[in-house]
C-alpha cells in the first residue's frame, strides 16, 4: 500500500464527474484529457463499479454518449446519471408540465411529458437558447404562477470550454430566482437525491464509493454531503484557489483521473 | 383637511418615479396614465418643487424628456435625476474604466468616459444586447479582474411595458454577482447617495418632500431609508401582493398619480 493513501481503500465503486475529467468540452466537441480513456478501460478491467455522474444538459445521453465514444470512452447511456432524466421522474411524481428553457439538443429527453399549459418552468444549460427574448418568457410565465415552481438542471457558476470561460446554468437559476423571488429546485450535482440516484444506478453503498470531479462545490462537496469519499483532479475548470475554499476539502487531489485510477487500483 | 392623510401634511417637494407612474412604458414610446399629465401640470402650477427621480436607463436623459415631451409631460432634462450621470460621476472619482453592457441608447451619456482597458463593468438594462455573447464578454472581463468591480444602474427584479412584463438589470446583476462571487455597487434607486443627490437637485430637506412610484423596494423603501415619505401608486407594475411586502409599508397607497396630487395639493 502507498503512504498516505489510506483514502483510496475498501473501494467497489467510482462515480466520475466527465467534463474536466474525462475531456474538456467545445461547441463542436472537445478533446480527451491526456491518460483518461486508458483509465476508463483500467477501471472496467478492475471490476470496480463505474457510473458517470454529470450535470450535461446539452444533449440528449444517447447523443452524450455517440460524443464521448468518439473521443475514445467506452461508455453506455446505462453507465450516465444526468439531470434530466431526473427530472422527468421529478416532473411525473409531481404532476409538473414544464416550460423547457433548455438547450434545443436536449429537448427530446422531455419527449413523454406533458408540455401543456405550463406549471413549472425548468432550466437547463440553454446557451444560444439564453435569449432576452426566452428570459422573459420563462419570467412572465414564473411570475404568472400562483405558487412559481422553477426547476434548475444544476447551479454551476460556470465552465470552461476550449473557447474559454461560459456562463452556466446557476446564474441563470439566479437572475429567475431574484426576479421571480423564488428558491429553484436544483437537480443535479449537488443535490443529495441526485448523487443518491447515481450511487443506486452503480450499486455501491456510499462509503464504499469514491466521487471524482474537478467542481469543488458541485461535486466533491455534494459527494461528501452524501458520506462519499471524493477527489478534486486538477483539470478542467480547476484553479489553484480552490485549494483554500472556506468550507470544501477533497478528501486528497489528484493532478488528474489517470493518477488518481493508479492509486485506487494499487489499493484493491 | 381630509382624514387619514396626515401623511401629506407639509410638503414642500414631490420626487417622482416616471415608468408606471407618469406612463406605461413600450419599445416604441408607450402611453400615458390617465390624469397623470394634468397632475404634473397641477403640480407645477402649485409652486412645490419637482424633480424626476428615474432609474431608466434606456436612452439618455436628452432623448428621455424628448419622449416624455411627445407624451404631453412638460419636463426638461435639468428636472431630471437619472442613473448613468450618477455612474459617471463615480467612475470619473475612483479612476475606473469601464466595459458597458447598457442599451445603446444610453452610451452617449458616457461619451467622456476613457473605456480602454476596461477596469469594471457597468451594467444597465441593456434589452435586446442582453444576448448570450455579450452576458458571456462581461463575465469573463470580470473574473479576468483581480478584485472584480461591477456596477449596476438600478437593481429592479422586473418592469411593465405595455405587451408584458420584463426583466430588469437587477435580475442580470444577480447572474453576474453569482457567476463572479462579488457584490455590486448600485447606482441609481434605491441606493441612499442616488436619492440624496436628487433630494439636493430638489432643494428640499427630506422631511419635507414625498417619493411617488410603483416600485415597493426601489421607490418606496428607499425613500423612507432617506427620511422621506413615500406613496406607492396602484398603477404600472404595481400588484395587490405588494402590499402584503415584508419589510416595506408605504405612508400611503394611492390609485395614481392624480389622486396623490389632489390630496397634497387640499393640504397645502
Known amino acids: 500500500a502507498m503512504a498516505g493513501c489510506g483514502w483510496a481503500r475498501a473501494v467497489r465503486g467510482l462515480l466520475l464527474d466527465v467534463s474536466g475529467v474525462l475531456y474538456d468540452g467545445s461547441a463542436d466537441g472537445g478533446v480527451p484529457i491526456a491518460g483518461s480513456a486508458e483509465a476508463l478501460r483500467r477501471i472496467k478491467a478492475s471490476g470496480l463499479k463505474l457510473q458517470l455522474c454529470t450535470n450535461e444538459t446539452q444533449a440528449t445521453r444517447e447523443n452524450f454518449v455517440r460524443k464521448l465514444r468518439a473521443l475514445g470512452f467506452e461508455v453506455s447511456v446505462a453507465e450516465v446519471t444526468a ?16 416550460h423547457l428553457l433548455v438547450h434545443h439538443d436536449l429537448v427530446p429527453e422531455f419527449a413523454e411529458i406533458d408540455k401543456t399549459n405550463p406549471n413549472c418552468v425548468v432550466l ?32 454551476g457558476r460556470y465552465y470552461k470550454e476550449t473557447d474559454g470561460l461560459k456562463l452556466d446554468v446557476g446564474a441563470y437559476m439566479k437572475a429567475l430566482e431574484y426576479a421571480c423571488d423564488v428558491q429553484a429546485e436544483v437537480v443535479g450535482k449537488p443535490s443529495k437525491r441526485f448523487f443518491e440516484s447515481a450511487l443506486a444506478e452503480l450499486g455501491v453503498p456510499p462509503e464504499q464509493a469514491i466521487m ?28 489553484p484557489s480552490d485549494e483554500q475554499h472556506p468550507k470544501v476539502k477533497p478528501d486528497a487531489y489528484v493532478n488528474n483521473l489517470a493518477e488518481a485510477v493508479d492509486i485506487i487500483l494499487q489499493q484493491l
Open 212 to 239: 471524482i470531479g474537478d467542481d469543488i462545490e458541485n461535486d466533491v462537496g455534494g459527494a461528501q454531503q452524501c458520506g462519499m469519499r471524493a477527489l478534486q483532479v486538477r483539470t478542467g475548470k480547476y484553479r
Open 124 to 155: 437547463g444549460d440553454a446557451a444560444e437558447n439564453f435569449t432576452y427574448a426566452n428570459l422573459n418568457e420563462a419570467f412572465r410565465l414564473l411570475i404568472g404562477m400562483e405558487k412559481p415552481v422553477l426547476i434548475s438542471l444544476g447551479k
Open 83 to 98: 439531470p434530466a432524466p431526473a427530472a422527468c421522474g421529478l416532473l411525473r411524481e409531481r404532476g409538473l408540465r414544464p
